[in-house]
């Protein structure tokens, strides 16, 4: 996006506030979830892994005059896990909340250069805001089911704004839990409270919330900070079968998680990118020496 | 033991290297007396260095635990992680180096006490001997200082040796028609291609100095693919 100042692209959130969708995304599900008129990033009815490629180009971004991000370009292919590794402060949060413009809704941030996705540009005026996050879902560090509704609700909750008919919501919501493997669990127990499982299985659920909607690209920062070892490894596997159908950028202080769950790893310093590469290669012959450093925890 | 830190983790590790390298200055002893076993036919020395090879097998134990419990605890990764790998590796080299000094040991005894020794024989084997001592010191250098530049020379060196055991051979061929001496010629020329095996074993660890250095393993010559 064109570099534009605090207050102009506080104007556009209060445009589209989330979670208002937008009266076109209502029209029906949300198949062709991004496009702009004419150009479309996704191909509705069969998706192919050729979707969800997701490009950063001279990215920077400011929490006020702190310059958290600093020029990086870097391109995330589809199918594939790519795992952010850094100390904190590096800036590598905050380069994945600009992928799905959740940075902008921060007083005082902004950023400037291009993120695309499947080469549409995610900051150009005439793209919904919505439909960017629902292209681009987002699981956080601390489990966040919403804390009134009940498992199946959480689900479909971002489901029922496109205005999907009951049968279909439950269809969806049924998958979606299959999807994020936790159908099994709480198959039995779908109207009682989100907050009434365990953490692991509510990090679970808000998978299944960000899946419903058939993300292209799904954010996840530190998913596993706050899951005991046997939650963590439930989500690392799935991550691993999720994949297949939803390009993956996890945020991780966990290097062993990384080297586990990621074919590409991106090493950050100081807002800048210092180096990325395949996984195995960061891991035993990186080629920056402060990606050694950090690594082999010399310092971070 | 719990390393608390990890600075105490790279101690550790340093430490282990030292360790584990130092193995080679045993085994460089053991083939001191190895070789003055057999200049000697000194059958007590001979049982000495077979009983002392019971401190490399030690040697061996107890770095090896160690690194293991290194990887258990502390997930180390990049050139950390080639160091253990290649120290595991350097850790079997030396093992074996001192079981070939075991092997050659257990012959001297076999040739009785006044072998029908060949002078020239003898010499080329102790030849043989001190380039190989040589072999196990560079190899040991160039793993503490990661010079890849001395890890390949290995080979150059180990050549020496192995031009030296096909002398050896054709020694053998003509050593006459003696039963006795040829008894004692065969017996020397397993003795020679055991101190020519510990030579191939010093290039290995070479080869290991150049992993951890690049990240890339090759072995510097393929016996199956000589010219490949």
């Known amino acids: ?300 | 033991m719990a390393l608390e830190t990890r600075s105490q983790y790279q101690e550790e590790l340093e430490r282990l290297e030292a360790s584990g390298l130092g193995g080679l200055d045993l085994v460089n002893s053991s083939l001191d007396r190895t070789l003055e076993a057999i200049q000697h036919q000194d059958v007590e020395l001979a049982q000495l260095v077979i009983a002392d090879d019971d401190r490399i097998d030690g040697r061996y134990l107890e770095v090896h635990q160690s690194l293991i419990t290194l990887l258990a605890t502390q997930s180390p990764v990049a050139t950390d992680l080639r160091l253990i790998s290649a120290l595991l590796h350097v850790l079997k080299n030396v093992e074996r180096m001192g079981d070939q000094c075991v092997n050659i040991c257990k012959m001297i005894p076999l040739t009785g006490n006044e072998p029908p020794a060949d002078e020239e024989m003898v010499k080329l084997i102790l030849t043989m001997g001190r380039q190989t001592r040589t072999l196990i010191s560079q190899s040991k250098r160039a793993f503490e200082d990661r010079n890849v530049e001395m890890a390949r020379d290995l080979v150059r060196q180990d050549d020496l040796v192995d031009n030296l055991n096909r002398e050896c051979f054709r020694l053998a061929l003509e050593i006459g028609d003696d039963p006795d001496c040829r008894e004692w010629a065969m017996t020397m020329l397993l003795a020679a291609r055991a101190i020519e095996r510990i030579g191939d074993n010093a290039v290995d660890i070479g080869e290991q100095v150049a992993f951890v250095v690049t990240g890339l393993f090759r072995e510097f010559e393929d016996a199956s693919h000589p010219n490949g």
């Open chain 1, 1 to 300: 996006m064109d570099s534009r100042d605090p207050a102009e692209t506080l104007a556009m959130t209060e445009q589209n506030p989330e979670p208002q969708a937008s009266p076109e995304a209502g029209a029906g599900l949300p198949r062709s979830t991004i496009s702009i008129a004419g150009e479309s990033a996704t191909t509705p009815a069969k998706r192919s892994r050729e979707i969800g490629n997701v490009e950063l180009q001279g990215l920077n971004a400011y929490y006020g005059s702190n310059h958290a991000v600093r020029n990086v370009s870097l391109g995330f292919d589809s199918a594939k896990v790519t795992a952010i590794i850094g100390p904190s402060g590096c800036g590598k949060s905050t380069m994945v909340r600009c992928i799905n413009r959740m940075h902008e809704e921060i007083a005082g941030a902004r950023s400037e250069g291009r993120v695309l996705l499947d080469g549409l540009d995610l900051y150009d005026p005439r793209i919904d805001i919505v439909a960017v996050r629902r292209s681009v879902g987002m699981v956080f560090q601390k489990p966040n089911p919403f804390p009134t509704m009940s498992v199946i609700d959480n689900v479909t909750a971002g489901l029922r704004l496109t205005g999907a008919s009951r049968g279909e919501l439950e269809e969806r919501g049924h998958q979606a839990l299959i999807g994020a493997g936790l159908w099994d669990e709480v198959k039995d127990r779908l109207k009682g409270p989100g907050v009434g499982l365990s953490g692991g299985q509510q990090q679970r659920l808000c998978i299944a919330r960000a899946l419903a909607v058939d993300p292209e690209v799904l954010l996840m920062d530190e998913p596993c900070s706050a899951l005991d070892p046997m939650a963590t490894l439930r989500i690392e596997e799935l991550i691993g079968e999720l994949k297949e159908r939803v390009t993956i950028v996890i945020v991780t202080h966990n290097m062993q998680q990384a080297a586990r769950v990621a074919d590409t790893t991106v090493f950050m310093l100081d807002g800048e990118l210092v180096e990325v590469g395949p996984t195995d290669e960061i891991f035993t012959k990186p080629n920056d020496d402060r990606t050694e450093q950090y690594v082999t925890g010399k310092f971070g």
